[in-house]
């Protein structure tokens, strides 16, 4: 059968057992060069492996087939969280060290037996990021990269996100919440009370209601949508958790928002409602019942 494979060779000023250690046993070590992500074994041959997210997702698991420190490490290793990825079954990786003078060889061979292969394709752009890091956090005591996916600089200072509002939205709140995280620069365009329900604003908003953001030629109104296309534009940090139940629960609290927030809130003077911190608004929907 066809097979699918990604070679990463390096050399890393370090021993052997250091470098073993940093890519085994030593967790805390592994969060720092990994984004947070640190693997979970006994490191003996036979005994369960799993790769555990800084949320805690088992993002990968297998077992380990054959371990001889400082020397040799081979992994099954199959991803559990992409359909697509864990559909393809198990990969292999074999991780060995060899001491060249003052520095260690280290050869990462990660294949599968498929071709082509989503799973070595997601792994040929994640392993030199977390290799790198490792290096320069052995040789130097600090990591090349902050962010595995950072947002690329021409994306970040963009000063091309324009927020349409009226003052006090909470749904433009949320919007500017959002790109104030993701530190995007953006304009806000107020508007006169009123202006949101005739033109220019119509031909942005057919609804006639506020927030909508300008994003170079694009124009998008919904809360919610805006939402998720900046966290595909701009993805880190990641506002959206990682973990199925916890994204339901966020999910979950924006139906809660949108739904009987926005009823009750209705039901009040809304030049009153638009006055009050979100705490104040969760008291006073607390004390409604
Ligand atoms: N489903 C829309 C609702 C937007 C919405 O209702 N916005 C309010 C301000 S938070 C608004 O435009 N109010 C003005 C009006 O109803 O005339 C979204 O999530 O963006």
Known sequence: MARSTFVYVTYIRTTPERLWSALTTDVEFMKQYWFGTHCESQWTAGTPWKMVSGSGLIS????????????????????????????????????ELEPIGTAVKLAITHSIEREPSR???AVSG????????????????????????????????????????????????????????????????????GAHRVEPHLSRHPFGRVPVMEHDDFTLYETQAILRYLERILPSPPLIPQQTRDAARMDQVMGISDWYLIEWLGRMNERKCMQLTTWEVVAQLAKAG
């Open 60 to 95: 990968d698991a297998g077992e380990i087939i054959e371990a001889d420190p400082p020397r040799r490490l081979v992994i099954r290793w199959q991803h559990q969280n992409k359909p697509e990825l864990k559909a393809e079954g198990d990969s292999h990786c074999t991780i």
């Open 119 to 121: 799973l070595i394709e």
């Open 126 to 193: 994640g392993w030199p990021k977390i290799i790198s890091n490792l290096k320069s956090l052995l040789e130097i005591g600090a990591i090349a990269l902050q962010d595995a996916y950072p947002a690329r600089p021409e994306v970040r200072n963009m000063p091309s996100f324009v927020v349409h509002t009226v003052p006090g939205s909470p749904a433009a709140r949320a919007v500017m919440a959002t790109l104030i995280e993701k530190g995007a620069s953006f304009r806000v365009a107020g508007l006169a009370p």
